[in-house]
């Protein structure tokens, strides 16, 4: 989407190189010859993309500066914001950071006189920003109850996943042939398998994370480094076969939509569905053509997306992001909880948000 914008912004016949871990080899040596020989001088890609040999550099934009994914963990380890201002600067060329949820390290710089900083008061398509209404989880079916029900694996019917007020809502926008965007920041279909007897629950040997079960697979993964196995009958611990499934990922959610509404056209996104090349590209074109009546996914769809016809944003469970173990926990799920309400009301139609929450 990004690239087909840069392209129709710029003069016919502009080549725009792309630079990305998904380019094949040959893709990219053509691409960096066409750069130094000056054939190309717009780049467009991921954190790597920095390093291109652009020459004449005037200008570097880094779009969503305030995402995590700009830092690179291996080795060599940089974060891609950083060395955007440092190649800008190096080069006399002018470095712009774009963010709806700007990093606290940008906001500091700015109070420092080291960046200055540009507002846009309005969305850019002049639409207005949408209403957010927060469902208080607890009030509305209580701790208790919610427990109940994950304990009585109650998936095979509705009234798990969804408050009231969210199902309203999508009837409402399904009603006006409108698309409902649904986020959940975690995958598989349960959080964790717990031993009722002893209370030990199935982690990672690696990570010492707790492995999510994935119903389609049939197995227990870890989301830090793929660490995968089978699904237990007896407890590992102590040997008792009260073992019960907790807590809800991505293809729960799907399938309690699905009960919910049989006739909306459901898809996931997620990194799990988009393993099958072509899959992602697949899903986003069906969006754009209002082929799918609501999508469900994790952070792959809260950012940079512009879907026209999404009037509906759910926020299934804001507690996710909060309960991560990161010292940046807060600042993170601030920002994942705007940018995914962005999502919503882009188009003609003005949207709406819904927050679901027990904190």
């Known amino acids: 989407q990004l690239v087909a914008r840069v392209r129709s912004a710029l003069v016919d016949g502009e080549d725009v190189v792309v630079l990305h871990s998904g380019v094949t080899a040959p893709e990219r040596r053509d691409g960096l010859a066409r750069l130094r020989a000056g054939r190309a001088r717009v780049v467009v890609g991921a954190r790597s993309a920095l390093f291109a040999p652009v020459r004449h550099l005037g200008l570097v934009v880094v779009d969503e500066e305030h995402d ?6 291996e080795t060599p380890r940089y974060h891609a914001r950083d060395v955007a201002l440092w190649r800008a600067k190096h080069e006399g ?15 500091h710089n700015v109070a420092l006189g080291k960046i200055e900083l540009l507002e846009l008061p309005v969305r850019a398509t002049g639409s207005a920003l949408p209403p957010v209404d927060v469902i208080d989880l607890r009030s509305r079916a209580g701790v208790a109850e919610a427990k109940r029900r994950d304990r009585a694996n109650a998936d095979e019917g509705p009234g798990v996943v969804l408050s009231g007020p969210l199902v309203e809502a999508m009837a409402e926008t399904l009603a ?7 986020f959940l920041n975690k995958r598989g279909y349960w959080s964790a398998l717990l031993c009722e007897m002893c209370g030990h629950i199935e982690q990672c040997p690696n990570c ?12 227990l993964l870890c989301h830090q480094c793929d660490h995968e196995h089978g699904v237990p009958s007896t407890c590992p611990a102590c040997g008792n076969d009260g073992l019960v499934a907790l807590g809800l990922g991505t293809e729960r959610l799907e399938t309690e939509v699905v009960a919910r509404f049989p006739d909306a056209r459901v898809a996931r996104l997620d990194r799990d569905s988009t393993q099958r090349k072509g899959e992602l590209e697949r899903v986003l074109s069906a969006m754009h053509a209002r082929d799918v009546d609501v999508v469900v996914g994790t952070q792959m769809i809260a950012k940079g997306h512009d879907f026209p016809g999404v009037t509906l944003v ?20 601030f920002a994942l909880l705007a940018q995914v309400a962005g999502r919503a009301g882009r188009g003609d139609e003005p949207g709406r948000v819904v927050v679901q929450t027990f904190t």
């Open 176 to 182: 006006r042939k409108q698309q409902v965007l649904l």
């Open 93 to 107: 060329a002018v470095c712009v950071l774009g963010s709806a949820t700007p990093s606290l390290e940008t906001r």
């Open 208 to 219: 010492s994370v707790t492995l999510t079960l994935h119903r389609l697979r049939n197995a």
């Open 68 to 73: 995590s994914s700009l830092k690179q963990d």
């Open 314 to 333: 759910g926020v299934v469970l804001a507690d996710i992001a909060l309960a991560m173990p990161d010292f940046r926990a807060q600042e993170r799920a």
